[in-house]
Structures are given as structure tokens and as C-alpha cells.
């Protein structure tokens, strides 16, 4: 396994983007890298490209379907060591066109996605007194930022959960790591009609992923710079924070 503590990864969402890299980046160092997403025939497609990875579609709102799928890598490549609970969905959305449908959406799949993953994960996870659980959030779920109505309350609550699963989960022999992204060039950013600080390829995500997973760090945060300002805007006062954010970001985007 070169090192690797892990014989057995699941990675959700890896259908495209930052998934597909992290599921590339481990393939040969890792004996199974099962990948889920909903595109059957993308995972097939990179399935076929590799040496380790076995195709389990899944879509993550299902929490039924979720369980089946766990089932089935268990069954085939035994139990789960590492799960990276990925999948996500991000859409353009400001206050003044709230569109409930998709605020739904993004909660299904970015908040209760990752929730049907540990409803199974946890209690075999315990049982078995060993795991790592790791769970994409992003820095948007830092602060609240103009027009991500749809997409930084679930990642601010990801972040939230993670805190209280390390606190639990830890004493008890799980690790629980965060990944906390800032803009990465993928299918789910092209579209971006705004300026991208600091974008990085899923190839380089993938590699300051794998490699802090590695360590098994709690916080992944990267771009090292990016990240580090939207700490500091965490740390920052609300008065001069809204200023600071009208100022530089809403007036330039207006
Ligand atoms: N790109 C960035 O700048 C950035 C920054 C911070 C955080 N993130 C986070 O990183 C994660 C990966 O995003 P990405 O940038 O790699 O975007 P992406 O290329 O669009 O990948 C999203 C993945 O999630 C899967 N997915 C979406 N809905 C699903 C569902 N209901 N069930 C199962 N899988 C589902 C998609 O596959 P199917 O469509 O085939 O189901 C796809 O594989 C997300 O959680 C995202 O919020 C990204």
C-alpha cells in the first residue's frame, strides 16, 4: 500500500472534479477506491482508466440507496477505512431571488448526503473502533458571502458537524478531518461569472487533499493564501467585516 494507512477508500462525488482527481491521485496506492456519484458512466469510464477503482453509483439524497452501496463495497473490499463525503452542488443565488427549490437541493445533497453517508459509517465505524471520515466543506462556510445563499449554509453547517464529530468521534478511535476548499478549477466553478482568487487545478487540490489526509490533519484548508484571508475575515469584527465585503467584493461585482 506505499505507506498508506488505508486499504479501502470511498470517495462520493467522483464522477467529475475534485473527486475524480483525489480517486486518480490514490488508485495505485490504495487496494480499493470505490466511487460514487450519480453518472454511472462517468465513474465506468474512470473505472476503466484505473487499476483499483470499482464503480458504485449512488445519488446521496437516497438515504436507502446509501446504505445498499456502503453494503456493497463492504462486501466486496471490506470495511470501509476512509470515506471522503464529497459530493456537492453549488448554485448562483442571491436574497432577492430566493429560489426554494434549489436552496432544497443544495441542503439534500451538501448537508443530508453527507448525513446518509454517517447514519451508516458511524455505528460500523465504532463497532469496528477504527475509521476516517473525512468531510468536503469549503472556506464560504467561513462567513456568510453575497449571492451563496444556497450554498454557504450548508457548508458552514458541514463545518459546524465536523467540529462536533471530532470532539465524539476521536476518543473513540475515529478520525474526523474537514476539507475546506477555495476555489478549484472544475465543472462546478467554470461557469463562475465572478473573478476566482487563487484557483487551483483538481489535479493540485487532489495531491494538498491526499496529502493532509495522509497526516491526518483535521482542517485541510487550501489555497495556503486564499485560505489564510478568508480566516482572518472570520476572525474580523461583523462592523468592519459587511464593510470590508460591500466595499471590495459587492461594488466591484455590481
Ligand atoms: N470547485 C470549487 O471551487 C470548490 C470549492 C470549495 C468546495 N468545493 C466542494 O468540493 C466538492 C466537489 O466539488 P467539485 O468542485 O469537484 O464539483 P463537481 O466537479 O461538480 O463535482 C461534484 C460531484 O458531486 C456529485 N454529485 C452531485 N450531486 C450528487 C448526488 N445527488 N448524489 C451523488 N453525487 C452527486 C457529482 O456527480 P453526479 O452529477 O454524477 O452525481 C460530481 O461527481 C463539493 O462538495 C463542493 O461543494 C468545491
Request: charged share 20%.
Amino acid at each position: 500500500m506505499s505507506g498508506l494507512r488505508w486499504k479501502t477508500v470511498w470517495i462520493t462525488g467522483a464522477s467529475s472534479g475534485i473527486g475524480r482527481a483525489l480517486a486518480l491521485a490514490m488508485d495505485e496506492e490504495v487496494a480499493t477506491v470505490a466511487v460514487s456519484a450519480r453518472s454511472d458512466d462517468r465513474l465506468e469510464a474512470l473505472r476503466e482508466q484505473c487499476v483499483n477503482v470499482s464503480a458504485h453509483p449512488v445519488d446521496v439524497t437516497d438515504g436507502e440507496a446509501v446504505a445498499r452501496c456502503v453494503d456493497a463495497i463492504e462486501a466486496s473490499a471490506g470495511p470501509i477505512d476512509l470515506a471522503v463525503l464529497n459530493a456537492g452542488t453549488w448554485a448562483l443565488m442571491d436574497a432577492p431571488n430566493l429560489d426554494l427549490t434549489a436552496v432544497r437541493s443544495g441542503v439534500e445533497v451538501n448537508y443530508f448526503g453527507v448525513m446518509n453517508a454517517l447514519d451508516v459509517l458511524i455505528p460500523r465505524m465504532l463497532e469496528r473502533g477504527r475509521g476516517h471520515i473525512a468531510i468536503v466543506a469549503s472556506v464560504a462556510g467561513y462567513r456568510g458571502l453575497p449571492r451563496a445563499v444556497a450554498y454557504g449554509p450548508t457548508k458552514a453547517a458541514l463545518i459546524n458537524l465536523a467540529e462536533i464529530l471530532r470532539l465524539e468521534l476521536e476518543p473513540r478511535g475515529i478520525t474526523v478531518s474537514v476539507i475546506n476548499p477555495g476555489f478549484v478549477d472544475t465543472p462546478m466553478t467554470r461557469d463562475n461569472p465572478f473573478p476566482m482568487p487563487g484557483i487551483v487545478s483538481a489535479e493540485e487540490a487532489a495531491e494538498t487533499i491526499l496529502t493532509g489526509l495522509k497526516k491526518r490533519k483535521y482542517e485541510i484548508a487550501f489555497p495556503r493564501g486564499f485560505a489564510l484571508v478568508m480566516k482572518l475575515l472570520r476572525l474580523m469584527p461583523n462592523a468592519l467585516y459587511f464593510r470590508l465585503i460591500r466595499k471590495f467584493v459587492m461594488r466591484r461585482a455590481a
